[in-house]
């Protein structure tokens, strides 16, 4: 029996795409609970609604579990650097990473539209941070271009041992509750996660660890919804700077995704997120940072369209930790409640 401590390569190592010789590294990624709604789930009449706690990654997001298995496969091929094009989650996990095992780390981020947290931890970790102005969308157009030409790996979803290391997250839910739900939800950026999610759930079903496939619905910021509306988006915006992302490299990999398993790919406003957000924190006592919250988003919109039943079993994977991004939900916290110092003014600033 492996644990959490030992990470992806350890526990899933035998179901990876990576050869036997490559490093068995790991930072302790994987292994995120998987808790039961207790509020949430049952006013919306679900079977069962859990949250996936990918913020408890070690770095603070799902990219950890394809950061370890591409930086492995970098470290076999005698990589001495790594590059990515990030709205941060990613750049925070490869800056990590690489700093752990000696590879320099170039960081490639839209100028601006960054958490503060991923940006934060991007550099505390070493890498050297590239701004450009523009989106996510022209970053990753020359990080590719430079790839090209330069002997750096590039640790981009396009990078396929990112797509493998992601899908154990499938594993450890069918592993966790028995079977795979009936809905999986989840945010759409890039569009990576949602092609990794199903891959594993398949996975699993063809090797019968599962007897069901969850259907995919997948949310994506109105303002950043390529894939609803068929088309690349020239200039996405949205709260959820994560999913700011107006030409998805994992395109076709979402659309398989969605209409193999006959989901959904839903847009869901920034107020509808926002909110979704708020009261994951304050019912749920879960911070997931905005585009997190884009799944429990779209996954109630589905609900309340009649596209999920009552009576269904729902899991939202919540992909990155709150604390990233404090400014997103700044504006609308409750003022701090300010008290001279003694007991009887804290008595009566409560109401007591
Ligand atoms: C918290 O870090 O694209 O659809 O460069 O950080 O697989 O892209 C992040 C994406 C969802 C979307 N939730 O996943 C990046 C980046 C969070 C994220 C997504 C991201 P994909």
Redesign the pocket.
């Known amino acids: 029996m492996t644990t959490r401590a030992q990470g992806v390569i350890a526990r899933w190592g035998d179901r990876l795409a990576l050869p036997a010789m490559a490093p068995r590294i790991s930072l302790g990624e994987g292994g995120t609970p998987c808790v039961e709604s207790l509020t949430i789930g049952p006013s919306l009449g679900l079977a069962s609604l859990h949250f996936k706690l ?2 408890l990654n070690p770095t603070g ?3 950890d579990r394809g950061m370890v298995v591409a930086v492995a496969n970098a470290l076999h091929e005698g990589s001495r650097a790594i590059i ?10 490869a800056a990590a990473y690489g700093g752990r095992f000696g590879l320099r780390t170039v960081v490639v981020v839209p100028r601006g539209h960054i958490a503060s947290g ?1 940006l934060v931890q991007a550099r505390v970790h070493g890498a050297t941070v590239v701004s450009v102005n523009g989106g ?1 969308d022209l970053a990753l157009r020359i990080v590719r271009e430079l790839c090209e030409r330069h002997p750096v790996t590039l640790v ?2 396009l990078n396929p041992n990112r797509i493998e290391g ?1 899908k154990t997250a499938a594993f450890e839910i069918v592993d966790e509750l028995g079977d795979a739900p009936d809905v999986l939800a ?11 999610y199903w891959r594993g759930f398949r996975e699993d079903h063809r090797d019968g660890r599962s007897t069901r496939l969850p259907r995919m619905f ?1 949310g994506q910021a109105s303002g950043a919804a390529p894939l609803v509306l068929g088309r690349p988006v020239d200039d996405p915006q949205t709260v ?1 700077t ?2 700011r ?1 107006g030409n ?1 490299a ?1 395109w076709q990999g ?1 659309v398989d995704a969605r209409d193999q398993s006959e989901g959904m790919i839903a847009s869901v406003g920034d107020d509808a997120i926002l909110d979704a957000q708020r009261r994951l924190a304050r019912l749920e006592g879960i911070f ?2 905005p ?2 919250a ?1 799944s429990l988003a779209v996954l109630e919109r589905a609900v309340a369209e009649g596209a999920v039943a009552p009576g269904t079993h729902a899991v939202c994977v919540l ?2 930790n709150g604390l990233k991004d404090p400014g997103a939900v700044e504006a609308a916290l409750t003022p701090i409640v300010e008290i001279s110092s003694n007991a009887g003014a804290l008595a009566h600033a409560i109401g007591l």
């Open positions: 990918e913020g997001s799902f990219k990515c094009a990030s709205t941060g989650n990613t750049s925070a996990s991923k996510f981009n979803s992601q989840l945010p759409v950026g890039n569009a990576g996660n949602i092609t990794a997948g959820a994560a999913i992302i998805p994992s979402a997931c940072e585009a997190s884009a992909t990155g």
